[in-house]
């Protein structure tokens, strides 16, 4: 060993170094704390590596001494979850809808589940406030093509609309202008009648022609008055609300090419306890009946 | 393995000098002195020797009375009625809940806390520029620790003296056992000071017991462990470390002081010129300091006060006792260090005299302002409703038009009862008089809504327009107000709404 060089000016150890003839390094380790924190941390990798997933083998990787991964600990999760929400979903599951209408603990928790499901689910085309739009009925209003007490609701729900299901409802509206059923000035008399049963018709004396063509072809269906029936699904004509608008010319489409939309069956996809909250949910929307 | 050698020229010597008849020199050299400021340089052990005197006194009191509180009150009971926790100062995340006493704060009304720390800052201010750095010297929790953790270290290895010999010393029996128990006592006291600061957030007699069986939340353990640590680390190892170089007030305190500002100083006109005094000397013709640097054996903070005021002085007013004890038995007037002004010390030493202005513009700026945020505070405090109610707007869809051509809007209502008893409700349309009203969940048309104690209600509002009266609506928006009004007292709180409609074709 050289013996040791105390720097003059600074009285601090050099390391022997020296550049341009005279100019020297002093010897400033690192801390002690410091290097003691870094052996530390070495340590502290070398038992990492045994209690975690670490080391990429050649079919997988070291597992760790508890088999931990992330997506396990998401599972447990889930499951403990679940486990708490059992609770509800018993007595849920148990219940008739309107009681559960009723049950100020159960409520909460039906809402705030229905509200995310809805979210999931159906918000693709009945929108995230059930808003609907042209085609997809607003669920907020009082105006139900198959009704909206809450077993109606659930019926919907589980069988879905012309879904292909074995329960579905399943009625369509005729092709009275494709299928040559009606001409087209007869379509449009028909469109003229059906609109001043909302008091809205532009043309009275059309509407008088129509209202012959309108008993003969839609009152089957939609009935005298026009006030619809929900057990086929045929829309209230006298209030103003329309699925696929209320201009002349819409209504002359969907006399024209008749309306059919499919909504799906949920029954299957979504277990029954979740269902029933949907249910609640919607009917809670303020369409209730 | 001690990182931190104690410096070689602080070891006393063995041949003591003398100040003055009968008093030792000390053999201190201060750790930050004038003449060593180094900006890099490794630590220097400092060993404050006891002080003995009013101010030490004063420093006992205050740490026996911020310590107590702060080990006691999370112990404190306060009842509140069964359904609300009966601690009387408790931080209760879970629920979002501030209690002190008869206080309660939600969580939505953490500005009282704001206005409280901008008080004890403006407080902080106001302390600085009459006295100094009181809160350094006397209440800083780093401060108040300190000591305690330096009477810990006293008990186990003695006083100054002892303390570098036993630093010095070879490893032996006596030293392991001395520094073992120094350093387990250190972290008792740690231990207490964490488990003290988790039951200030929850039940402290149910947390104890869960912390004992290892039942209590992880984050409780957490933060003790955290506590435990910061508090061995930061009193009992890092002590003046820290004031210097980690905190960031001594370096803000220079703006907080002014030629008025009592601070700790050294009289240099009656002191100097220093140097020891033999026995029958005059003390004419030269200084009251003996140089016997009692001052700087004391000091925590490895300063030597005759340098006069400087960074590392957190003026805990130790060599105040130390110079006083001295002076009484050289007979010599006490208070050659004191409290005193900068304008005093310069008036002195021109044999003149500069009278203590406590009242000037600076204290007069920092207590207006601390009575007009008082008065603000408690102004809004006094206004406090302990009800309110907010009301959020379905976005989606904003109106719905129903069969018989009413219009309909929805809305969340929630009421906040802050009174500690059920309150009972009824929710009307002030401004839409002929709409209808109804809340979801609710059969009847005017409902009576209970609110629970100290809670939340929120209910989903239905408001009904019918068609023949859709044309008293202002156009697409109409203003109404929502009032709740409590069955039993009549007090109403109110929360401004838009009825939405479609625009008029």
């Not at chain 2, 400087?310 to 003026?315: G, V």
Request: charged share 20%.
């Amino acid at each position: 060993m050289t013996q040791k060089e105390i720097d003059s000016v600074t009285g601090v150890e050099t390391t022997g170094h020296v550049w341009d003839g005279d100019l020297k390094e002093l010897n400033k380790p690192l801390p002690r704390w410091w290097v003691s924190v870094f052996y530390a941390t070495v340590v502290w990798a070398i038992g990492y590596w045994a209690v975690y997933p670490a080391w990429p083998t050649l079919s997988g990787y070291t597992k760790g001494y508890f088999g931990y991964s992330q997506r396990g600990a998401v599972d447990k999760q889930v499951a403990a979850a679940k486990a708490d929400q059992a609770k509800y979903f018993d007595q849920i599951a148990a219940m008739p809808l309107d009681e559960i209408e009723k049950n100020e603990t159960l409520m909460p928790f039906v809402m705030a589940g229905g509200a995310a499901v809805f979210g999931d689910n159906c918000g693709p085309c009945h929108g995230k406030g059930a808003q609907g739009g042209i085609g997809y009925p607003n669920l907020n209003d009082d105006d139900w093509l198959w009704g909206g007490t809450p077993d109606a609701i659930h019926q919907t729900i589980m069988h879905g609309i012309r879904s292909g299901d074995a329960e579905t409802r399943d009625m369509a509206m005729p092709r009275f202008g494709l299928d040559g059923i009606l001409q087209p000035a007869q379509i449009a008399d028909t469109a003229q009648y059906v609109l001043s049963l909302s008091g809205h018709a532009t043309d009275p004396a059309a509407a008088e022609r129509g209202k012959a063509i309108f008993a003969d072809n839609c009152t089957p269906c939609h009935g005298d008055n026009g006030k619809g029936n929900q057990e086929l699904g045929a829309p209230n004509l006298t209030d103003g609300i329309w699925l696929y608008g209320g201009k002349a010319p819409d209504i002359e489409k969907t006399i024209q090419t008749g309306r059919g939309g499919v909504m799906p069956f949920w029954a299957g996809r979504l277990d029954p306890v979740t269902i029933k909250m949907l249910t609640v949910y919607v009917h809670s929307l303020g369409g209730g009946k | 393995m001690t990182m931190i050698k104690p410096a070689a020229e602080i070891v006393p010597q063995t041949a003591a000098v003398e100040a003055a008849p009968g008093i030792e020199r000390i053999d201190v050299t201060a750790v930050a002195s004038k003449e060593a400021r180094l900006a890099y340089a490794a630590r220097q052990m400092i060993y404050p020797k006891l002080a003995h005197g009013t101010f030490r006194k004063a420093k006992w009191a205050v740490m026996a009375i911020t310590l107590g509180i702060y080990y006691a009150l999370p112990w404190i009971r306060w009842d509140r009625g069964p359904s609300l926790p009966n601690q009387a100062f408790l931080l209760d995340f879970a629920n979002q809940r501030l209690f002190f006493g008869p206080i309660e704060i939600w969580a939505q009304e953490l500005y009282y806390i704001t206005g409280l720390l901008i008080l004890s800052a403006l407080g902080l201010f106001l302390v600085t520029s009459v006295a100094g750095r009181m809160w350094c010297g006397y209440t800083c929790p780093q401060t108040v620790w300190t000591d305690l953790m330096i009477v810990v270290e006293r008990f186990w290895q003695g006083d100054r003296n002892a303390r570098i010999r036993l630093d010095a010393s070879r490893w032996s029996f006596e030293k392991i056992w001395k520094k073992a128990g120094t350093h387990i006592s250190w972290l008792l006291v740690a231990v207490a000071t964490g488990g003290a600061f988790v039951f200030y957030f929850r039940d402290a007699p149910t947390l104890a017991a869960e912390l004992v069986n290892g039942e209590a939340p992880i984050v409780a353990y957490v933060f003790l462990g955290l506590f435990t640590g910061t508090t061995y680390l930061l009193g009992g190892i890092a002590r003046e470390q820290v004031c210097i170089y980690m905190c960031p007030w001594p370096r803000i305190q220079g703006a907080m002081f002014d030629k008025d500002s009592l601070l700790i100083s050294y009289r240099g006109y009656r002191g100097e010129p220093r140097g020891a005094h033999k026995k029958g000397q005059s003390w004419e013709d030269r200084g009251d300091c003996i140089d016997c640097k009692a001052c700087v054996a004391v000091c925590p903070m490895g300063i030597d006060i005759r340098d006069g005021v400087q960074l590392e002085c957190i003026q805990c007013a130790l060599c105040i006792d130390a110079c006083n004890e001295i002076m009484d038995r050289v007979e010599r007037p006490r208070g050659l260090i004191a409290y005193d002004t900068f304008k005093n010390l310069d008036a002195a030493s021109h044999h003149d005299r500069a009278p203590l202005r406590l009242i000037r513009p600076r204290t007069i700026l920092y207590s207006s302002v601390m009575g007009l945020v008082a008065a603000i505070m408690l102004f809004a405090w006094l206004n406090r409703t302990l009800l309110e109610i907010s009301v959020l707007h379905d976005r989606n869809p904003l109106y719905v038009q129903l069969t018989d051509g009413s219009l309909r809007n929805g809305f969340t209502v929630k009421i906040l009862n802050k009174l500690h008893k059920t309150r009972t409700f009824t929710l009307t349309a002030q401004g839409l008089e002929d709409a209808h009203l109804s809340i979801v969940g609710f059969a009847d048309t005017n409902p009576r809504i209970d609110v629970v104690t100290d809670n939340l209600r929120a209910l989903k509002v239905l408001v009904t327009v019918p068609a023949d009266e859709r044309e008293d609506l202002h156009g697409a928006a109409t203003p109404f107000r929502f009032v709740a009004t409590d069955t039993h007292d009549g007090s109403r709180t109110y929360h401004d709404a838009t009825f939405m409609g479609p625009n008029h074709e």
